[in-house]
């Protein structure tokens, strides 16, 4: 099953599928080399920011292993109803990236010898304006 990797940088996001399995067994704050997930990316150095697994649970820092698990959280990290006081069981998946992941998220850490906007032209291009048009004049 192809991983779905987005890259961060500074705002910016860039997306590609990749079908080998380098990054199986690595962990949430790993470093991971560029050349290791496509050869383009050579000079790259990446950390592996996050992700999420084929059912969309996401994969926890807190967990250990790769199994799902109910967390009690708080306000902050998952929760969408930030009342204060209020308490939600997540589940979430451990921290090993493993064949159920469906998505990595990697944050960049050095730059390699081209621009990712360079790597990836189709992406991230600006949207072109459409024009407004005036409604037609009423009939009399």
Same mark, same amino acid.
């Not at 926890?60 to 069981?89: C, Q, T």
């Not at 944050?107 to 990836?120: M, N, P, S, T, Y």
């Given at each position: ?15 590609? =599928?990749?079908?080998? =399995? ?24 990446? =950390?592996?920011?996050?992700? $999420?697994?084929? $059912?969309?649970?996401?994969? $926890? ?60 032209? =189709? ?18």
């Amino acid at each position: 099953m192809p991983f779905k990797i987005v890259i961060g940088d500074k705002g910016k996001a860039w997306k590609l =599928e990749i079908d080998n =399995e380098n990054l199986v067994g690595k962990s949430l704050g790993d470093k991971v080399q560029g050349k290791e997930i496509k050869s383009d990316l050579e000079g790259y150095e990446f =950390e592996i920011a996050g992700g $999420s697994d084929i $059912s969309g649970f996401p994969l $926890s820092k807190e967990v250990p292993g790769l199994a799902l698990k109910a967390l009690l959280l708080k306000k902050g990290w998952g929760m969408r109803d930030n009342y204060p006081g209020i308490k939600r069981r997540k589940t979430v998946r451990g921290k090993v990236i493993s064949q159920s992941t469906s998505q990595i998220n990697l944050k960049v850490l050095k730059h390699g010898h081209k621009h990712l906007h360079e790597l990836f032209p =189709e992406q991230n291009q600006p949207k072109p304006k459409t024009e407004v048009k005036a409604p037609a004049p009423a009939a009399a």
